[in-house]
Structures are given as C-alpha cells and as structure tokens.
T-cell receptor
Framework: GQNIDQPTEMTATEGAIVQINCTYQTSGFNGLFWYQQHAGEAPTFLSY??LDGLEEKGRFSSFLSRSKGYSYLLLKELQMKDSASYLCAVTDSNYQLIWGAGTKLIIKP | DVKVTQSSRYLVKRTGEKVFLECVQD?????MFWYRQDPGLGLRLIYF???????EKGDIPEGYSVSREKKERFSLILESASTNQTSMYLC???????????????FGPGTRLTVL
C-alpha cells in the first residue's frame, strides 16, 4: 500500500531551528508538497519539490531525496506563529495526492 | 488571492438527515475537491471534479454524493447522515493545468460537522 510517515508531534523553542521529516512509499512519484495548517484553519501551501535538493524560501526550506523516499521541512528562527500542523503530501504515478497525517509543531517561549 | 469559501464553519445534524455542504471558489479553477480530516489520519479524498458536471470518486465516497452545476461551486451531499460522518470537511480547488495531483490546492476554512 501507499504510505507517508511523519512524526505526530514535535516541540521546539522560539528562535531555534526545527526539522520535520517525511518518508514515503508510493507507487511512483510526481512531486511532494508541504502545507501548513493552523488549528481550526485551512491548510496553506508552503512548498513543492519534484527534483532532488534543497529549496529555500525565506525562513522555510524543503529538501527532497527521491532515491531515499525522504523529505524534510526546515524552519529557522522559529516564531510563536509557526505553531501549527505541517502536512506532507506526495503525488503518485497516477497523479493522485497521498497525504500524511501531519506533524503538530509546538513552539515554546 | 484565491478564495475558497464554505457555507458553514460548524454544523450539527441528526442521524438520518440529508446534509448539504457548499463550496465556492473565485479563481476560475478547473479542479475542485472534497476531503474529510480526522485526528491521526491524513486528508482523505471523498470526491473530486475536474469540470462542470464531471465527478470522480475518491478514496472514501461511500455515503456521499456531489454536484457541480457551475464551475465555481461544488456541493457535497450526505444523503442520510450517520454518526461516523462526524468530521471536519475541507473543500479545495486547483487550476488543473497539469494533472490533479501536481497543482497547488487552495483550501476553504472547513466545516466541522457533528452528527448526533
């Protein structure tokens, strides 16, 4: 079956750096998304990776290794407003989007 | 900015009632989706539509139907609500230029449905 694994919950300190991992086993690969979802709100797009490597966008970066079935989202200079769930989603060979359960990130002062 | 709106943020219904959830997008997107989100599970696709009057079943279509009479509007219908349909329902849309799974999806705020 198709599977996406993310840690359920992580805690980090304001101003620090945190890395949220995502591993996937899917039938084929056509891209990987990261979305952010604040409690009670809609998911919003953060990044899309289709090639290996690191993509940086301000305080957020996303890394992909297709050979390892692995991605991570790196958040720098953490702020309290970064407390949210982070959803990893993979597009398989049939162009279906497979969603992970999300990682709840708690930021402490 | 893309805007996706949903008819209700919170809804309480009784078992057996017919429930309508409406979603409207204002960016002329081809694709629209209905998901449910439950604790500990990823988003699960109920139905999606890639054009007016077109629909395809997602992973969990049982107990649901959909309607897309106009491009901007996608409705989810629970024919006879049951307690196991208590969930957060999220609508999304995407441009649909390169396949439904590779375009960024834009989500509505969600409807938290409770079936008693």
């Amino acid at each position: 079956g198709q599977n996406i694994d993310q840690p359920t919950e992580m805690t980090a300190t304001e101003g620090a750096i945190v890395q949220i991992n995502c591993t996937y086993q899917t039938s084929g690969f056509n891209g990987l998304f990261w979305y952010q979802q604040h409690a009670g709100e809609a998911p919003t797009f953060l990044s899309y990776n289709v090639l290996d490597g690191l993509e940086e966008k301000g305080r957020f970066s996303s890394f992909l290794s297709r050979s390892k079935g692995y991605s991570y989202l790196l958040l720098k200079e953490l702020q309290m407003k970064d407390s949210a769930s982070y959803l990893c989603a993979v597009t398989d060979s049939n162009y279906q989007l497979i969603w992970g359960a999300g990682t709840k990130l708690i930021i402490k002062p | 900015d893309v805007k996706v709106t949903q008819s209700s943020r919170y809804l309480v219904k009784r078992t057996g009632e017919k429930v309508f959830l409406e979603c409207v997008q204002d960016m002329d997107h081809e694709n629209m989706f209905w998901y449910r989100q439950d604790p500990g599970l990823g988003l699960r696709l109920i139905y999606f539509s890639y054009d007016v009057k077109m629909k395809e079943k997602g992973d969990i279509p049982e107990g649901y139907s959909v309607s897309r009479e106009k491009k901007e509007r996608f409705s989810l219908i629970l024919e006879s609500a049951s307690t196991n349909q208590t969930s957060m329902y999220l609508c999304a849309s995407s441009r649909g230029t390169s396949g439904r799974g590779t375009d960024t999806q834009y989500f509505g705020p969600g409807t938290r449905l409770t079936v008693l």
